[in-house]
């Protein structure tokens, strides 16, 4: 199911009237204090890619929170889960790629849900940990 086709009945099932793709064919929605980017790969692949961004570090202390960062990944849930990666502006994120080659709503849906999941226990895992850097203000509405 393309990504243009996923986000009207995305829109539908969580009661979202306002959940529309912005010219690129993207959106963002946001479950409880989780936002998700939803990002369609180039023309031509039936994939999308999810984003979240659970917390911020300190750039200061970028290199030194590098390493745990990257070491938390949830490399346990196999190839093509959720990886946490760290971007330019110093924000925390975790990010999926969704190949929907002949997937029907449901099971999009379904793999969307889980990873709604693991952002947010990310963000509770991050706003707990012993590395004082990391904030989970990440300032979207």
């Known amino acids: 199911m393309p990504l243009s086709d996923f986000i009207p009945q995305l829109a539908s099932a969580l009661r979202l009237p306002a959940l529309v793709a912005d010219r690129d064919g993207a959106c963002a929605f ?8 939803l990002i369609p790969r180039p023309a031509g ?3 999308f890619v999810a984003r979240a961004c659970p917390a911020h570090v ?7 929170t590098l390493e745990p960062l990257l070491a938390a990944n ?15 502006q110093d924000a925390v994120f975790l990010t999926q790629h969704f190949h929907a080659n002949g997937l029907g709503f449901e099971a999009l ?5 889980r990873f709604v999941v693991h952002a947010a226990e990310c963000r509770g895992l991050l706003a707990h ?7 989970t203000h990440h300032g979207y509405a």
């Open 58 to 64: 300190d750039p200061v202390a970028r290199a030194a």
């Open 129 to 135: 940990t012993a590395m004082p850097t990391l904030s």
């Open 109 to 113: 849906f379904t793999a969307l849900e």
């Open 45 to 47: 692949e039936d994939a």
């Open 30 to 37: 946001r479950v409880g204090e989780v936002t998700v980017q």
């Open 74 to 88: 949830f490399f346990g849930n196999g190839v093509g889960g959720p990886v946490l990666g760290l971007d330019a």
